[in-house]
């Protein structure tokens, strides 16, 4: 499945971004699909992921309650709603799937959107 990450953009401390990774594949309702980011300086890390049949959605301490996974399988689209966004969120995300279908984990993948800076200013 091939990946395109979408929707970042300059935002204000408090506001809100929409997040897409649209993918091509008519395998894609078999994938979950997982948002990472990566900070200037620091490892990329896992920020929320939702499994092929969107029963399960997970999400990183740090984005938990601000932040809204959810997949639109008919448009071959995985979503990333963020609010309250802080400048601590600032990074470039990216959308990855995992190496094989109807995997949930996010530590096995093999295929990585091209990202999507976003930016927060205070």
């Known amino acids: 499945v091939q990946l395109q990450a979408s929707g970042g953009g300059l935002v204000q401390a408090g506001g809100s971004l929409r997040l897409t990774c649209a993918a091509s594949?008519?395998?894609?309702?078999?994938?979950?699909i997982h948002w990472f980011r990566q900070a200037p300086g620091k490892e990329r890390a896992f920020v929320a992921g939702i499994n092929w049949s969107g029963s399960g959605k997970y999400y990183a301490e740090s984005v938990k309650g601000r932040s809204t996974i959810s997949r639109e399988d008919a448009k071959n689209t995985v979503y990333l709603q963020m609010n309250s966004l802080k400048p601590e969120d600032t990074a470039v995300y990216y959308c990855a799937a995992p190496v094989r279908p109807y995997v949930s984990s996010y530590r096995t993948i093999g295929s990585w959107g091209q990202g999507t800076q976003v930016t927060v200013s205070s």
């Open positions: 594949g008519r395998t894609f309702s078999t994938y979950a």
